[in-house]
């Protein structure tokens, strides 16, 4: 089986992630903040550190790290809490539905509206951008990082400082291409970010989370146990725990501790393994007069959307499960995109790579998709 | 080490639910509901097993199960969703604080309103309650399985039964007891029941649910992606997708199907054991003249909740942590509760097992709570 679906969820992770997550449920097995005893005190212990290994990774100075289930929770908590009655928001036409949704959502009860950048208008100078798209009332450009569908990189240090410097918060969408792209959120002028643990971090699913340079003081998303001040009637006033009510999945925080490490330490030999691979398939892809490759000449993760002529996505992804490899077709949660690039009836084939990968399984897809015309 | 901390998390699983977990992380290791490939088929029927499972356990006739991380994210989104503008709800004095706080603040919001019927009123007949308790605006008769701090049983047949030919909805938080008394939804008059995985249903962190006896239709917790229906601005009305935005925890979720399985073959084997455990525990308990235990004379699970004359339950607990003894003190996110007891200020010692627990645990612990005076 060849296995180009990492863009949904990377399915090998390094090998100490799964020892990780391992360890973590056999030989630790309680939860933090919970029990006064040594071994709970561990469990906080390893929980502090992962907030501190996510903080570093992400370029925060503080340990300002709220985790979730996966981003879309986490992006829920931010939308519903930082944005307020009568907020105007800015998005990119490339976000994931984890994105357009909690905001159309907003839209739909009378909170707030937003603005989506159209595919050619993000070429413009953010000066133009903000001309074109900021209203009395914007208070957030958010972006994400890279498309879903077509791994073009989205995000532009340049565009943040622009709206950074206006006055309006800034929100990154890191998802995809966390695990590939380094950011330095208070360098790079990033105010939020949220992330996943299961794509490119490499690591098990049901971690991800909200960094935030300054502490939040909005609304959770979620009321519960906090372990802390349990005689409040609300969550109490305390950051990360006003966050994170309910029992965290450890096991898989743990792992992403480990995922993290790993992806800092082989970040470059990664990057070199994955760009290769990504040129060589666009190379070959290229080479195929019957491909169309969307967004072919944008920088881009490990992530390429392309269609065969006259046929749709959903077509092509049978043909090749049928040869033993897997993608993705059709919408892909990323509706924004798909009318963007006119592939809303046709849907998208994605590739999605991870150093996993090898050449040779490039060639047998190419192989595959000579054949199918 | 003895681990007596079983009603925060069940340190100990079965072998078959560590096996199941790591065979998900490792053979299956992909997404359900994203890839059409043969792989990512099989993760959708792995799913679409465990909620049939989950369906079967609480004796729903359909399927009609949401997963979430935990119970916490479930009650949140039951009460978020199913209440309205000017709703009045009631709840026990025994509700963890999971059950309390998106109540309150629901309340706080101007929103809903609720009471608590206190300890002593719980002893009223199901008619009597109704009458002291139950306005114009009542929608909502909600109680905990079980007490999270003295192991009383507090859910009610009978209760829900007169609630429910009132024409009452009917709500149980059974993250408490789920592994130890078996409910029936439906006969039992149960139409919303909440759940969470790592207790004791000995299944892997990061898994809790809400069942319905009917689909519900209010509005999710959380907006995203669905992988259903990409080409919609908000989560589509597909259920239970629409509930269940952004990417599943799998490895946990296939780890309950597992614990499930093992909770029904071992259910009267388990019994057998842990009631053994806990009579044994009470008995010697009650030999200990400056032990006060709370709720003695009620049905429980497997968790009694003391004090020592004199002592803060935290002192307790530290002591008994410096002889390798794992309890929790304070006051474990059930504040309703300490009120009720007047132990808001002491906290109380929390025993809980589970049936990986032996005799000899227990006499150890009573040795030293003989010298703890």
Redesign the interface.
């Known amino acids: 089986?060849i296995?180009f679906?990492n863009a949904?969820?990377t399915?090998?992770?390094p090998e100490e992630v799964?020892k990780a997550?391992?360890y973590y449920?056999?030989e630790i097995?309680?939860?933090p903040g919970?029990?006064?005893?040594?071994?709970?005190i561990e469990a906080s212990r390893m929980l502090f550190k992962t907030r501190k290994k996510v903080a570093e990774y992400f370029g925060l100075s503080s340990n300002n790290v709220i985790f979730t289930?996966?981003?879309?929770?986490a992006?829920?908590l931010f939308f519903n809490g930082f944005l307020k009655q009568g907020d105007h928001a800015i998005i990119s036409c490339y976000e994931?539905?984890?994105v357009?949704?909690?905001l159309?959502?907003l839209k739909?009860a009378r909170i707030i509206d937003y603005s989506v950048v159209s595919r050619e208008d993000l070429e413009l100078k953010p000066k133009e951008i903000y001309e074109k798209y900021v209203k009395e009332n914007t208070v957030l450009f958010a972006t994400t990082l890279a498309s879903n569908l077509t791994g073009r990189i989205v995000f532009s240090s340049d565009i943040m400082e622009f709206m950074k410097n206006k006055g309006l918060t800034t929100f990154v969408d890191a998802s995809q291409g966390a695990g590939k792209i380094r950011l330095a959120m208070t360098e790079q002028n990033i105010d939020y970010l949220t992330f996943?643990g299961?794509k490119d971090l490499m690591a098990?699913?049901?971690v991800?989370g909200l960094c935030c340079v300054k502490q939040p003081s909005w609304?959770p998303?979620?009321?519960?146990?906090?372990?802390v001040l349990?005689?409040?009637?609300?969550?109490p006033d305390v950051f990360p725990e006003e966050y994170e009510?309910?029992?965290?999945?450890?096991?898989?925080i743990w792992s992403l501790k480990s995922a993290l490490e790993v992806c800092t330490e082989r970040f470059e030999e990664n990057k070199k393994i994955e760009s290769e691979l990504m040129n060589y398939l666009l190379d070959k892809l290229n080479g195929l007069e019957h491909v169309i490759v969307y967004d072919l000449d944008y920088k881009r993760v490990n992530t390429v959307g392309f269609n065969l002529m006259n046929r749709k996505s959903?077509e092509v992804?049978?043909f090749?499960?049928r040869c033993g490899?897997?993608?993705?077709?059709?919408?892909?949660?990323?509706?924004l995109a798909?009318e963007a690039l006119g592939t809303?009836e046709s849907g998208v084939v994605r590739i999605s790579m991870s150093a996993f990968n090898k050449k040779e399984e490039i060639d047998t897809l190419i192989r595959y998709l000579e054949d199918c015309r």
């Open positions: 089986m296995y679906d949904s969820t399915k090998y992770k799964y997550f391992e449920v056999r097995g309680v939860s919970r029990g006064s005893y040594q071994l709970g289930k996966n981003s879309t929770e992006i829920n994931h539905n984890a357009l949704r909690p159309h959502q739909l996943t299961h098990l699913p049901g991800g609304k998303l979620i009321q519960g146990g906090t372990g349990g005689d409040s009637y609300v969550n009510a309910g029992t965290l999945n450890m096991p898989a959903n992804v049978e090749l499960d490899i897997c993608t993705r077709g059709g919408i892909h949660c990323a509706i798909h809303k």
